[in-house]
């Protein structure tokens, strides 16, 4: 904070929306802006879904459910330049999704079937993504 400021001197909240009401009986685990993008986000939940929103222009919105895991989604990443996302779920496969349209562009499974819990891309190589498992 800044001198004696109170936090709503310090924060100019617009508004507060609530763009996850796709998500009510599961937990969601994690919420990531795409890189350098202040509107387009996306969230995953143990639901297996990932969603993508846009905050902006207009009322924000869902563009797109990326449906495909048989177990909850406990991370995902998106690639530089957030033309694909990776994700890591509970059902012990990664994917690599197309969130312009939706599509799951690969599966890999886990040699061992064990639940996969984080991944992320090589930050200057999106061919190269790393993911651990339980």
């Not at 802006?33 to 969230?43: G, K, N, Q, V």
């Amino acid at each position: 904070m800044a001198g004696d400021t109170t936090l709503s001197e310090n924060y100019a909240f617009a508004g507060v929306y609530h763009v996850f009401d796709q998500h009510t009986d599961s937990a969601v685990p994690k919420v990531q802006f795409a890189h350098d993008d202040r509107h387009l986000l996306a969230c995953c939940s143990l639901d297996g879904t990932i969603s993508v929103c846009r905050l902006a222009p207009g009322p924000p919105a869902v563009l797109q459910v990326l449906r495909g895991h048989g177990g909850g989604v406990a991370d995902f990443a998106w690639s530089l330049s957030n033309d694909v996302l990776v994700s890591a779920s509970l059902d012990g496969t990664l994917r690599l999704w197309a969130p312009a349209d939706g599509r799951c562009i690969r599966r890999v499974p886990d040699p061992d079937g064990a639940a996969l819990l984080c991944c992320a891309f090589q930050p200057l190589n999106n061919n190269l993504t790393v993911v651990s498992g339980a």
